[in-house]
């Protein structure tokens, strides 16, 4: 039982280019989403989040959107960095519980 | 600000032998949880502590695993006895509610 689905393992964008990954979850009782960005040998780093009162959220490059009706959530990057190159985990949770259900993660390659 | 502190970084042992990791959260956050993530996939909660309550361990495997936060500041977990299957990362996170996690960098484990 997934609650938190991300169905690219991988993603392979052009420098300079928007970067847009993919988030599904089951849950309905998720009302807090996240994204992390996890760099080899390291723990995940937050990078952007969004509440299911809001359908959007910006942080310079990075822009969260979310779409409760289909329960999904994408994150797009603008423009791609080669610093971007990562795995991007996408996390669900309900935010009184402080629960956190990751995705299995999608590995973004940004090329030169 | 001093980030989440894991130890050790990387431990190799023999199956059937026990392993212990240590976490240092973050000052000030009194919620600690402990994730592990296995290859190819996304971070899965094993145990969650409100000071030193363990509030949710539903997911620790708790024949071989145990877990421990006294005084509400650091916590230990510890497999006892390791299994092949127990390779993976353990990660220690730490939040101050309503807040995202923090990680520490991991404890990669390798059971021969």
């Known amino acids: 039982d997934q609650q938190v689905k991300q169905n690219s393992p991988s993603l392979s964008v052009q420098e300079g280019r928007i970067s847009i990954l993919n988030c599904d979850y089951t849950?309905?009782?998720?009302?807090?989403f996240l994204w992390y960005k996890k760099y080899p040998a390291e723990g995940p780093t937050f990078l952007i989040s969004?509440?299911?009162?809001?359908d959007k959220n910006e942080d310079g490059r990075f822009t969260v959107f979310l779409n409760k009706s289909a329960k999904h959530l994408s994150l797009h990057i603008v423009p791609s960095q080669p610093g971007d190159s990562a795995v991007y985990f996408c996390?669900?949770?309900?935010?009184?519980?402080?629960?956190?259900?990751f995705g299995q993660g999608t590995r973004l390659t940004i090329n030169p | 600000e001093a980030g989440v502190v894991q130890s050790p970084r990387y431990k190799i042992i023999e199956k059937k032998q026990p392993v212990a990791f240590w976490c240092n959260p973050i000052?000030?956050?009194?919620?600690l949880y402990w994730y592990r993530q296995n290859l190819g996939q996304g971070p899965e909660l094993l145990i969650r502590?409100?000071?030193?309550?363990?509030?949710?361990d539903s997911q620790l495997p708790k024949d071989r695993f145990s877990a421990e936060r006294l005084k509400g500041v650091d916590s230990t977990l510890k497999i006892q006895p390791a299994e092949l299957g127990d390779s993976a990362v353990y990660l220690c996170?730490?939040?101050?509610?309503?807040?995202?996690?923090?990680f520490g960098e991991g404890s990669r484990l390798t059971v021969l």
């Open positions: 996170a730490s939040s101050k509610p309503p807040g995202e996690l923090f």
């Open positions: 969004i509440s299911s009162i809001k």
């Open positions: 849950n309905s009782m998720f009302d807090y």
């Open positions: 000052s000030g956050h009194n919620t």
């Open positions: 996390a669900a949770g309900d935010w009184g519980a402080q629960k956190l259900v």
């Open positions: 502590y409100e000071n030193e309550e363990a509030v949710d």
